[in-house]
Nanobody
Framework: QVQLVESGGGLVQPGGSLRLTCVFS????????MGWYRQAPGKQRELVAT???????YYTDSVKGRFTLSKDNAKDTVYLQMNSLNAEDTAVYYC?????????WGQGTQVTVSS
């Protein structure tokens, strides 16, 4: 059964950067599209970005030009580089397949943008 672990979150000032990492236990990046999702306090979980097996990316409008999703198939790892962070980016960030597999949710990693 595939499992995953997210990491890389933390506290950062507005305008700062973070890189999130999601490591999978199985070699699924060549087979499935992957996504980063986030859930802010009091809000529903939302899609942030996705990457297909061939490397095509999609970004929600609010992060376009600031976030970059990439992957390393050999390491079964997906990355989310987040630049120019602002308070609205504060959330717990999760990775999962796209579309979502309900059984695959991890603990997430908290990103807090605050001065």
């Amino acid at each position: 059964q595939v499992q995953l672990v997210e990491s890389g979150g933390g506290l950062v000032q507005p305008g700062g950067s973070l890189r999130l990492t999601c490591v999978f236990s199985g070699s699924i990046l060549r087979l499935y599209a992957m996504g980063w999702y986030r859930q802010a306090p009091g809000k529903q979980r939302e899609l942030v970005a996705t990457i297909t097996p061939d490397g095509t990316t999609y970004y929600t409008d609010s992060v376009k030009g600031r976030f970059t999703l990439s992957k390393d198939n050999a390491k079964d790892t997906v990355y989310l580089q987040m630049n120019s962070l602002n308070a609205e980016d504060t959330a717990v960030y999760y990775c999962n397949t796209a579309p979502i597999r309900a059984s695959l949710w991890g603990q997430g990693t908290q990103v807090t943008v605050s001065s």
